[in-house]
């Protein structure tokens, strides 16, 4: 049971990990880092995310999109050179908490988020 929850988690992940033309997929496991190495675009992070939730009956209440995935500023990006992109993605995403595979997977079996509130409290040290 334990690694069918993994394993139905991975899948959910792997339907927005597919190869095209500007980004190649990678082989998912549990410490993949889902906001790094998928390379998704906000609305599509946001669907991955609610797609999880829905499909594994997850109460999402304590989850906040915004410490994970962020919106690029398409101005800046756009009159940059392919370095300063590259650092600003790179800014971006030490801005965010990390979000891996794991993390899902815990949250699945517990159908809660189990992180959010907990980074809130690490805050408040």
Known sequence: MESDIQQQVISVIDRYNSPSLLKKGVAVT???EINKE???SLPM?????RGYFDAFLIDSSNYN???YFRQES???LL???SNRRANHWDLEMER???LYVYMLVRS???KRWLYDIHFLIEQLK
């Open 65 to 67: 999109h915004e410490l």
């Open 45 to 49: 992070s946001e669907t991955l995310m």
């Open 108 to 110: 699945a079996r517990a």
């Open 38 to 40: 998928l390379h998704l």
């Open 79 to 81: 009159f940059s050179s």
């Open 74 to 76: 398409k101005s800046a």
């Open 96 to 98: 965010v908490r990390p």
């Open 30 to 32: 549990l410490n993949t």
